[in-house]
Nanobody, 127 residues
Framework: QVQLAESGGGSVQAGGSLRLSCSAS????????MAWFRQAPGKEREGVAT?????????SYADSVKGRFTIVQDSAKNTLYLQMNSLRPEDTAMYFC???????????????????WGQGTQVTVSS
């Protein structure tokens, strides 16, 4: 079992930056691959970025955020981050952190395959 708690959301103008954090109740780096998902009103939950547990700590990003978002995991702090730069109004959504008991995660993963979820943090980008 692992509990996840997101923070860092807020309101920002287009072009701005935010850093989301996801604190885990236990160490996850060696066992759980981690992901950020987002869900806008009326839309399905979609994968944004993931980090796997392999030695290279492979990352995966949705095409819509490549070059703008960066996923980082601080194993010592049991914390996952999502650095979001050059934010756009279409990035507005509730952002969730998730974990699953697999080595590899991909931004194209089905959200149903994840075992653990945080409560989400809202990101609003105004034009």
């Amino acid at each position: 079992q692992v509990q996840l708690a997101e923070s860092g959301g807020g309101s920002v103008q287009a072009g701005g930056s935010l850093r989301l954090s996801c604190s885990a109740s236990r160490s996850t780096a060696a066992t759980y691959c981690m992901a950020w998902f987002r869900q806008a009103p009326g839309k399905e939950r979609e994968g944004v970025a993931t980090i796997s547990t392999n030695r290279d700590r492979s990352t995966s990003y949705a095409d819509s955020v490549k070059g703008r978002f960066t996923i980082v995991q601080d194993s010592a702090k049991n914390t996952l981050y999502l650095q979001m730069n050059s934010l756009r109004p279409e990035d507005t959504a509730m952002y969730f952190c998730a974990a699953r008991l697999r080595t590899y995660c991909y931004a194209s993963d089905d959200a149903m395959t994840y075992n653990y979820w945080g409560q989400g943090t809202q990101v609003t980008v105004s034009s």
